[in-house]
T-cell receptor
Framework: SAVISQKPSRDICQRGTSLTIQCQVD?????MFWYRQQPGQSLTLIAT?????????ESGFVIDKFPISRPNLTFSTLTVSNMSPEDSSIYLC?????????FGQGTRLTVV | GEDVEQSLFLSVREGDSSVINCTYT??????LYWYKQEPGAGLQLLTY?????DMKQDQRLTVLLNKKDKHLSLRIADTQTGDSAIYFC????????????FGTGTRLQVTL
Protein backbone atom coordinates (compact mmCIF):
# COMPACT_ATOMS: atom_id res chain seq x y z
CA SER A 1 0.00 0.00 0.00
CA ALA A 2 0.96 3.67 -0.05
CA VAL A 3 0.47 6.57 2.29
CA ILE A 4 -0.09 9.83 0.47
CA SER A 5 0.01 13.17 2.25
CA GLN A 6 -1.44 16.26 0.63
CA LYS A 7 -1.08 19.84 1.78
CA PRO A 8 -3.02 21.99 2.31
CA SER A 9 -6.15 20.00 3.11
CA ARG A 10 -8.27 23.02 2.30
CA ASP A 11 -7.90 26.65 1.38
CA ILE A 12 -9.98 29.67 0.49
CA CYS A 13 -8.29 31.85 -2.12
CA GLN A 14 -8.95 35.13 -3.84
CA ARG A 15 -9.60 35.09 -7.56
CA GLY A 16 -6.55 35.89 -9.65
CA THR A 17 -4.12 34.32 -7.19
CA SER A 18 -2.35 30.96 -7.41
CA LEU A 19 -2.21 28.00 -5.04
CA THR A 20 0.39 25.25 -4.97
CA ILE A 21 -0.68 21.85 -3.67
CA GLN A 22 1.93 19.42 -2.42
CA CYS A 23 1.79 15.63 -2.55
CA GLN A 24 4.20 13.39 -0.69
CA VAL A 25 4.26 9.59 -1.03
CA ASP A 26 5.92 7.19 1.36
CA UNK A 27 7.45 5.12 -1.43
CA UNK A 28 9.15 5.78 -4.74
CA UNK A 29 6.84 5.75 -7.73
CA UNK A 30 7.43 6.44 -11.39
CA UNK A 31 4.16 8.22 -12.10
CA MET A 32 1.96 10.43 -9.98
CA PHE A 33 -1.49 11.51 -11.09
CA TRP A 34 -3.44 14.68 -10.38
CA TYR A 35 -7.25 14.59 -10.46
CA ARG A 36 -9.93 17.21 -10.03
CA GLN A 37 -13.35 16.62 -8.50
CA GLN A 38 -15.72 19.49 -9.09
CA PRO A 39 -18.63 19.90 -6.65
CA GLY A 40 -21.02 16.99 -6.91
CA GLN A 41 -19.07 15.48 -9.79
CA SER A 42 -16.82 12.54 -10.45
CA LEU A 43 -13.05 12.66 -10.75
CA THR A 44 -11.31 13.85 -13.88
CA LEU A 45 -7.63 13.33 -14.59
CA ILE A 46 -5.71 16.58 -15.02
CA ALA A 47 -2.26 15.25 -15.79
CA THR A 48 0.30 12.54 -15.23
CA UNK A 49 3.55 13.65 -13.58
CA UNK A 50 6.70 11.73 -14.45
CA UNK A 51 9.98 12.27 -12.68
CA UNK A 52 12.54 13.83 -14.97
CA UNK A 53 10.20 14.84 -17.75
CA UNK A 54 7.33 17.21 -18.41
CA UNK A 55 3.89 16.27 -17.22
CA UNK A 56 1.38 14.85 -19.68
CA UNK A 57 -1.88 16.81 -19.68
CA GLU A 58 -5.33 15.52 -20.53
CA SER A 59 -7.61 17.19 -23.00
CA GLY A 60 -8.94 20.44 -21.58
CA PHE A 61 -6.05 21.03 -19.20
CA VAL A 62 -2.96 23.09 -20.01
CA ILE A 63 0.40 23.62 -18.40
CA ASP A 64 -0.01 27.38 -18.06
CA LYS A 65 -3.08 26.90 -15.88
CA PHE A 66 -1.91 23.81 -13.97
CA PRO A 67 1.89 23.73 -13.85
CA ILE A 68 3.26 20.59 -12.23
CA SER A 69 6.61 19.82 -10.68
CA ARG A 70 8.07 16.37 -10.04
CA PRO A 71 11.50 16.88 -8.53
CA ASN A 72 11.92 13.32 -7.24
CA LEU A 73 10.21 9.95 -7.04
CA THR A 74 8.24 10.70 -3.87
CA PHE A 75 7.01 14.26 -4.35
CA SER A 76 4.97 16.37 -6.73
CA THR A 77 3.24 19.74 -6.74
CA LEU A 78 0.27 21.03 -8.69
CA THR A 79 -0.28 24.77 -9.01
CA VAL A 80 -3.68 26.20 -9.83
CA SER A 81 -2.86 29.51 -11.49
CA ASN A 82 -4.86 32.70 -11.89
CA MET A 83 -7.77 31.17 -10.07
CA SER A 84 -11.42 31.85 -10.75
CA PRO A 85 -14.51 30.56 -8.89
CA GLU A 86 -14.79 27.80 -11.51
CA ASP A 87 -11.59 26.31 -10.10
CA SER A 88 -13.33 25.58 -6.81
CA SER A 89 -12.91 21.81 -6.53
CA ILE A 90 -11.21 19.04 -4.65
CA TYR A 91 -7.79 18.26 -6.08
CA LEU A 92 -6.38 14.81 -5.43
CA CYS A 93 -3.06 13.18 -6.14
CA UNK A 94 -2.79 9.48 -6.79
CA UNK A 95 -0.22 6.75 -7.29
CA UNK A 96 -0.48 3.23 -8.65
CA UNK A 97 1.47 0.47 -6.92
CA UNK A 98 1.11 -3.10 -8.14
CA UNK A 99 -2.17 -2.29 -9.92
CA UNK A 100 -3.69 -0.68 -6.82
CA UNK A 101 -4.45 3.01 -7.20
CA UNK A 102 -4.20 5.04 -3.99
CA PHE A 103 -5.34 8.59 -3.35
CA GLY A 104 -4.43 11.39 -1.03
CA GLN A 105 -7.09 12.96 1.16
CA GLY A 106 -7.47 15.78 -1.30
CA THR A 107 -7.23 19.56 -1.17
CA ARG A 108 -10.56 21.33 -1.01
CA LEU A 109 -10.16 24.65 -2.80
CA THR A 110 -12.70 27.44 -2.67
CA VAL A 111 -12.09 30.50 -4.84
CA VAL A 112 -13.92 33.65 -3.87
CA GLY B 1 -13.41 7.57 -25.68
CA GLU B 2 -14.07 5.82 -22.40
CA ASP B 3 -17.43 6.25 -20.73
CA VAL B 4 -18.30 4.86 -17.30
CA GLU B 5 -21.88 5.16 -16.05
CA GLN B 6 -23.52 4.59 -12.70
CA SER B 7 -26.96 5.22 -11.30
CA LEU B 8 -26.96 8.36 -9.16
CA PHE B 9 -28.70 7.20 -6.02
CA LEU B 10 -29.52 4.06 -4.06
CA SER B 11 -31.41 3.77 -0.79
CA VAL B 12 -31.43 0.58 1.26
CA ARG B 13 -32.49 -0.39 4.76
CA GLU B 14 -29.91 -1.32 7.34
CA GLY B 15 -29.25 -5.05 7.24
CA ASP B 16 -30.31 -5.45 3.61
CA SER B 17 -27.90 -6.01 0.74
CA SER B 18 -26.91 -3.16 -1.56
CA VAL B 19 -26.05 -3.64 -5.19
CA ILE B 20 -24.33 -0.79 -6.99
CA ASN B 21 -24.01 -1.12 -10.74
CA CYS B 22 -21.54 0.26 -13.25
CA THR B 23 -21.33 0.02 -17.02
CA TYR B 24 -18.32 0.88 -19.13
CA THR B 25 -17.63 1.07 -22.81
CA UNK B 26 -13.94 0.32 -23.24
CA UNK B 27 -13.42 -3.39 -23.75
CA UNK B 28 -9.66 -3.03 -23.24
CA UNK B 29 -10.06 -2.25 -19.54
CA UNK B 30 -7.56 -4.26 -17.55
CA UNK B 31 -8.56 -3.54 -13.97
CA LEU B 32 -11.82 -2.31 -12.50
CA TYR B 33 -12.03 -0.66 -9.11
CA TRP B 34 -14.54 0.34 -6.49
CA TYR B 35 -13.89 3.37 -4.29
CA LYS B 36 -15.81 4.79 -1.35
CA GLN B 37 -15.94 8.51 -0.61
CA GLU B 38 -17.44 9.72 2.63
CA PRO B 39 -18.41 13.39 3.07
CA GLY B 40 -15.36 15.60 3.28
CA ALA B 41 -13.00 12.66 2.87
CA GLY B 42 -10.72 11.33 0.17
CA LEU B 43 -11.15 8.15 -1.82
CA GLN B 44 -10.86 4.81 -0.10
CA LEU B 45 -10.02 1.83 -2.30
CA LEU B 46 -12.50 -0.92 -1.42
CA THR B 47 -11.61 -3.63 -3.87
CA TYR B 48 -10.66 -4.24 -7.46
CA UNK B 49 -10.91 -7.02 -10.00
CA UNK B 50 -8.76 -8.07 -12.92
CA UNK B 51 -10.63 -8.23 -16.20
CA UNK B 52 -10.12 -11.97 -16.62
CA UNK B 53 -12.04 -12.67 -13.41
CA ASP B 54 -15.81 -13.00 -13.03
CA MET B 55 -16.12 -12.56 -9.32
CA LYS B 56 -14.17 -11.46 -6.28
CA GLN B 57 -15.34 -11.66 -2.69
CA ASP B 58 -13.84 -9.79 0.24
CA GLN B 59 -15.74 -10.05 3.52
CA ARG B 60 -19.04 -8.19 3.00
CA LEU B 61 -18.11 -7.09 -0.51
CA THR B 62 -18.71 -9.08 -3.68
CA VAL B 63 -17.66 -7.80 -7.09
CA LEU B 64 -19.22 -9.31 -10.19
CA LEU B 65 -17.86 -8.64 -13.66
CA ASN B 66 -19.70 -9.43 -16.88
CA LYS B 67 -17.09 -8.62 -19.46
CA LYS B 68 -19.36 -9.46 -22.39
CA ASP B 69 -21.92 -6.88 -21.28
CA LYS B 70 -19.24 -4.54 -19.84
CA HIS B 71 -21.10 -4.54 -16.54
CA LEU B 72 -19.58 -4.37 -13.08
CA SER B 73 -21.42 -4.56 -9.78
CA LEU B 74 -20.58 -4.19 -6.11
CA ARG B 75 -22.71 -6.02 -3.60
CA ILE B 76 -22.50 -5.01 0.04
CA ALA B 77 -23.98 -7.61 2.36
CA ASP B 78 -25.64 -6.62 5.64
CA THR B 79 -25.44 -2.91 4.81
CA GLN B 80 -24.73 -0.66 7.78
CA THR B 81 -25.26 3.06 8.34
CA GLY B 82 -21.50 3.48 8.12
CA ASP B 83 -21.70 2.33 4.51
CA SER B 84 -23.52 5.54 3.58
CA ALA B 85 -21.22 7.27 1.11
CA ILE B 86 -20.64 7.86 -2.58
CA TYR B 87 -19.28 4.84 -4.44
CA PHE B 88 -17.25 5.23 -7.60
CA CYS B 89 -16.29 2.55 -10.06
CA UNK B 90 -13.20 3.16 -12.14
CA UNK B 91 -11.43 1.43 -14.96
CA UNK B 92 -7.77 1.27 -15.85
CA UNK B 93 -5.96 0.08 -18.91
CA UNK B 94 -2.31 -0.42 -18.27
CA UNK B 95 -1.59 0.54 -21.85
CA UNK B 96 -2.61 4.10 -21.03
CA UNK B 97 -0.03 4.76 -18.32
CA UNK B 98 -2.23 3.42 -15.53
CA UNK B 99 -4.61 6.36 -15.41
CA UNK B 100 -8.13 5.79 -14.15
CA UNK B 101 -11.43 6.71 -15.74
CA PHE B 102 -14.09 7.17 -13.08
CA GLY B 103 -17.78 6.55 -13.12
CA THR B 104 -20.29 9.22 -12.22
CA GLY B 105 -20.67 7.94 -8.67
CA THR B 106 -23.60 6.40 -6.78
CA ARG B 107 -24.77 7.90 -3.52
CA LEU B 108 -25.77 5.11 -1.15
CA GLN B 109 -28.16 6.06 1.63
CA VAL B 110 -28.71 3.53 4.41
CA THR B 111 -31.88 4.00 6.41
CA LEU B 112 -32.84 2.53 9.75
Amino acid sequence: SAVISQKPSRDICQRGTSLTIQCQVDSQVTMMFWYRQQPGQSLTLIATANQGSEATYESGFVIDKFPISRPNLTFSTLTVSNMSPEDSSIYLCSVVINTEAFFGQGTRLTVV
Amino acid sequence: GEDVEQSLFLSVREGDSSVINCTYTDSSSTYLYWYKQEPGAGLQLLTYIFSNMDMKQDQRLTVLLNKKDKHLSLRIADTQTGDSAIYFCAEMHTGTASKLTFGTGTRLQVTL
